[in-house]
C-alpha cells in the first residue's frame, strides 16, 4: 500500500470515528430533557479525566448511568445487525436476506426468553448463550427447508430461503409466545412483550462490556473476509476457483452473524429491518467492495440505531416507544423499494 493510499484510508478512518462520536453525543444530549453539549462534556471529563467541574448531580447520573451507555448500545446493536445483514447477502446473494428476515432474530429470542421464563439451563445457560443456541437452530431450520424445497443456501433473488425464513420466524415467534403464555406471570408477560419489540431503556454499562467487543468482533471479521466476501459476489463455484476456503469462510462468517445477532437480541430485544436496509444504503454510497462496504455498513448501522432510539424517546412527549417500531416504520418502505427495484431489473 502506497503512502498516499495509507493516509486516505486513516483520514476517512479518523472521518467516521468523528462521525460515530458526534452520533454518541447527540443520543446522549437530546431527550425529553435536552441536555447541552457542554455539560455532556464536562460530564464525561470528571468520570473519565477526573476532572471537578461543578455540575447538577441529577445532570450527571442521567448522562452517565442512563443516556451514554444507552447510545452506546444503541450504536453497537445498530452495527452489528447491519454488518450481519451485509454479510448475509453477499454470502446468499440475496438482497432480502437479513437476521429477522431469515429467522435467526427471532430464534435469538426464542433461545432467550427459554432461558429466562422457562428456566432453561437451570441458572448454568446465561441469556446472551441461550440467544445464540435458538439463533443457529433457526438458520440451521432455515437452511434445511430452503434445501428442501430445492434452492440450497446459496440463492439468487427472493428464492426457497426467504420463504423458509418466514415460515422459520413464525415458528419461532410462535415458540417464544407458548413459552411466555406457559411460564410467565402477567408482570413479566407485559415486559418480555415490550422488549420483543426492541427496547434500549434497561441498558446500563455491564450491556456496554458485552456489546463493544462483540460488534468490534464482528466487524474484524468482515475486514478480514473483505476479499472472501468480494469472492462470493460471483457465487460459491467463482469463490472456490479464486482459490478461497468456501465451506470454512460460510461457517465462520454464518456463526459470527448468529453470535452477533444472539448477544444484541439478548440486550434490546428482536428488531427489525436494520440489517435489510442498511447495507444497501451503504452500498449507494460506498460501492459494493468489502472493505469499504463493511466500516460504511457499521458506521450507518450505528448512526441509524442511535437516530431511531432518540425518535422513539421523543415523538410522543411522555412515552417511549419501543424501537422496532421506530425501525419498521423506516424498514418497511425500504422493503417494499427492494422488491419493485429488484423485479425492475429482471
Same mark, same amino acid.
Given at each position: 500500500?502506497s ?15 468523528a462521525?460515530?462520536a ?6 446522549? %444530549?437530546? *431527550?425529553?430533557t ?5 455539560? !455532556?462534556?464536562? /460530564?464525561?471529563? =470528571? ?17 452517565? =448511568?442512563?443516556?451514554l ?6 450504536? %453497537? %446493536?445498530?452495527?452489528?445487525?447491519? &454488518?450481519?445483514?451485509? !454479510?448475509?447477502?453477499?454470502? +446468499?446473494? =440475496?438482497a432480502?436476506?437479513?437476521?429477522? +428476515?431469515?429467522? &435467526?432474530?427471532?430464534?435469538?429470542? /426464542?433461545?432467550?426468553?427459554?432461558? /429466562? ?6 441458572g ?12 443457529v437452530?433457526a438458520?440451521?431450520l432455515?437452511a ?6 430445492g ?7 427472493? $428464492?426457497? &430461503?426467504?420463504?423458509a425464513?418466514i415460515? *422459520? @420466524? ?5 415458540l417464544? @409466545?407458548f413459552?411466555?403464555?406457559? @411460564?410467565?406471570?402477567a ?6 412483550m415490550?422488549?420483543?419489540?426492541? =427496547? ?5 454499562w ?15 471479521a %468482515? !475486514? ?16 472456490? @476457483?479464486? $482459490? ?16 452477533v ?25 460506498? *460501492? ?8 460504511a455498513?457499521?458506521?450507518i448501522?450505528?448512526?441509524?440505531? &442511535?437516530a ?7 415523538i410522543?412527549?411522555g ?7 421506530? /425501525? ?6 425500504a ?12
Amino acid at each position: 500500500m502506497s503512502q498516499q493510499a495509507y493516509v486516505s484510508r486513516l483520514g476517512r478512518g479518523a472521518l467516521g470515528f468523528a462521525a460515530l462520536a458526534a452520533a454518541v453525543l447527540a443520543g446522549t %444530549c437530546i *431527550g425529553e430533557t435536552p441536555i447541552p453539549v457542554l455539560v !455532556v462534556l464536562q /460530564t464525561l471529563a =470528571n468520570k473519565i479525566l477526573g476532572a471537578a467541574y461543578v455540575l447538577d448531580p441529577i445532570d450527571m447520573g442521567i448522562i452517565w =448511568n442512563y443516556r451514554l451507555p444507552r447510545a452506546i448500545v444503541a450504536a %453497537c %446493536c445498530g452495527s452489528g445487525l447491519a &454488518i450481519s445483514g451485509m !454479510v448475509l447477502q453477499s454470502l +446468499l446473494r =440475496n438482497a432480502l436476506a437479513d437476521p429477522y +428476515l431469515l429467522g &435467526i432474530s427471532a430464534g435469538a429470542s /426464542t433461545g432467550a426468553v427459554a432461558v /429466562t421464563v422457562a428456566g432453561l439451563g437451570a441458572g448454568a445457560v446465561s441469556m446472551s448463550l441461550g440467544a445464540f443456541g435458538g439463533a443457529v437452530a433457526a438458520f440451521l431450520l432455515v437452511a434445511i427447508l430452503a434445501r428442501a424445497a430445492g434452492g440450497g443456501v446459496t440463492l439468487h433473488g427472493t $428464492g426457497q &430461503i426467504v420463504l423458509a425464513g418466514i415460515a *422459520g @420466524s413464525q415458528l419461532f415467534n410462535a415458540l417464544t @409466545s407458548f413459552i411466555i403464555t406457559k @411460564s410467565a406471570n402477567a408482570e413479566q408477560a407485559r415486559g418480555i412483550m415490550f422488549w420483543l419489540l426492541g =427496547n434500549l431503556s434497561g441498558a446500563r454499562w455491564p450491556d456496554v462490556w458485552l456489546a463493544v467487543p462483540v460488534a468490534l468482533l464482528g466487524l474484524a471479521a %468482515c !475486514v478480514w473476509f473483505a476479499r472472501a466476501l468480494d469472492a462470493f459476489a460471483f457465487g460459491a463455484e467463482a469463490a472456490a @476457483s479464486l $482459490g478461497v476456503p468456501v465451506r470454512s469462510v460460510q461457517v465462520v462468517l454464518i456463526g459470527l452473524t448468529a453470535l452477533v445477532t444472539a448477544v444484541m437480541v439478548s440486550i434490546v430485544g428482536s428488531i427489525g429491518f436494520v440489517g435489510l436496509v442498511i447495507p444497501h444504503a451503504a452500498r449507494f454510497i460506498v *460501492g459494493v467492495r468489502h472493505g469499504r462496504l463493511g466500516p460504511a455498513t457499521a458506521l450507518i448501522g450505528a448512526a441509524f440505531l &442511535i437516530a431511531a432510539d432518540v425518535l422513539s424517546r421523543t415523538i410522543i412527549p411522555g412515552q417511549v416507544l419501543p424501537i422496532g417500531v421506530i /425501525t419498521a416504520l423506516v424498514g418497511a418502505p425500504a422493503f417494499a423499494l427492494i422488491l419493485v427495484r429488484g423485479r425492475r431489473a429482471r
